[in-house]
């Protein structure tokens, strides 16, 4: 090191850091050969924090406001050294940055869906995908933890831990709830509280907390889906024959469209009409009382020869009679008389 760059490190007493964006959390403060001079003023903003780091030693951290570097106002440090308080040395340390304030709208969601018991499905696969906010509540731990004596730590390199962390919790907590999938979107709320109560523990232990968390959609996969499309549909339609009237409707336009214009639509409507016709009187016809089979007819012994036989009820049976004229082509009998035989076609004269 040359004399000029011994000279300009002895004037370094200013120590800050401006934040120039959203991704950085933790940054170090750049000092030539580690040494920080006696003396020095440093500042911490709010929303920061700054912490001493001696030999990679975490010794003491300094909370938002304007500070002189001197042995006396850092214990944990002079302790470390055994320095007493008259040593006017540089330091030979480093000072990190943290930024405390919130991580707002980072996005999750689970990259495979997650299976859970279902008590109206059985066993469903859900989705989900949400919005989250964290920050910074123990800037010793996450040095400690995670961001280390890098010269800078993003948020970007935290986040794949901490979306695994909510998945996790979200199957955990969807398992251990019990609740249909049809309720969920109704509980949304209550879901996304249980999920950060679950990950709170999880995110101490890096030395963050976890502030707000949101659920903004729950689903199923596409096949699954299509089926529960089905099962609501069929719950809706409860009644058949104007179902199928209403579908006749619907294909109208389509066949008028299709089919050749008004011959088209005419054909479709009569399709329609007839199906609706059809459908109803199975309908009707399932629904009717079933007739009772008719009782069989009694002969009565005692009757006098050429009379016919009297009725259960006491009646005589009344004798069938005889054709109002023969057809002599076919011998059909007709009931009343005509010029032409309503079975054969014949000319009766």
């Known amino acids: 090191m040359g004399l000029g760059d011994f000279v300009k490190k002895q004037f370094i007493d200013v120590i800050q850091w401006t934040e120039t964006g959203d991704e950085i959390l933790a940054w170090r403060f750049p000092t030539a050969d580690l040494e920080i001079q006696q003396g020095a003023q440093l500042t911490v903003r709010e ?9 990679g030693r975490v010794a003491d951290p300094f909370v938002p406001g304007r500070h002189r570097i001197h042995t006396r106002n850092l214990p944990l440090l002079t302790n470390l ?27 999750w969601g689970t990259p495979q869906a997650v299976t859970v018991r279902d008590r109206e ?50 199957a955990q907590h969807l398992g251990a709830s019990g609740l249909p999938f049809l309720d969920m979107a109704a509980n949304q709320g ?11 523990p999880a995110f101490e232990s ?27 549909g069929m719950g809706v339609v409860d009644d ?47 629904n009717a009382p079933v007739a009772k089979p008719a009782a069989p007819a009694v002969h ?26 023969v057809c002599p082509r076919c011998q059909a009998g007709l009931e009343r008389r005509s010029r032409f035989c309503p079975e054969c076609g014949g000319q009766l004269g």
Not at 300 to 325: I, L, N
């Open 47 to 55: 929303t920061q924090v700054a912490l001493f780091v001696d030999e």
């Open 81 to 107: 050294r055994h320095w007493d308080k008259l040593f006017d040395s540089p330091f030979k340390s480093e000072i990190y940055f943290f930024s405390t304030r919130q991580r707002l709208g980072r996005t």
């Open 121 to 170: 499905f059985g066993a469903v696969r859900v989705r989900a995908f949400g919005v989250y906010s964290f920050r910074i509540a123990d800037a010793s731990r996450f040095f400690l933890q995670v961001s280390g004596s890098r010269e800078k730590f993003t948020v970007a390199e935290l986040e794949v831990q901490l979306r695994a962390t909510l998945a996790n919790a979200l």
């Open 190 to 200: 209550a879901l996304a509280a249980g999920m950060q109560e679950r990950c709170r």
């Open 206 to 232: 890096l030395g963050l907390t976890l502030e707000d968390l949101q659920i903004q959609s729950l689903s199923l996969p596409e096949e699954l889906q299509k089926l529960l499309d089905e099962r609501i």
């Open 240 to 286: 058949l024959a104007r179902y199928t009237q209403f579908q006749a409707a619907r294909s109208i336009p389509l066949a008028a469209t299709e089919g050749g214009g008004v011959a088209g639509a005419g054909l479709g409507l009569g399709v329609g009409v007839a199906m609706g016709q059809t459908m109803a009187q199975t309908l009707a016809g399932a």
């Open 300 to 325: 009565d012994k005692t009757a006098p020869a050429g009379q016919p036989p009297a009725s259960p009820g006491g009646s005589t049976a009344a004798a069938p009679s005889s054709p109002a004229a």
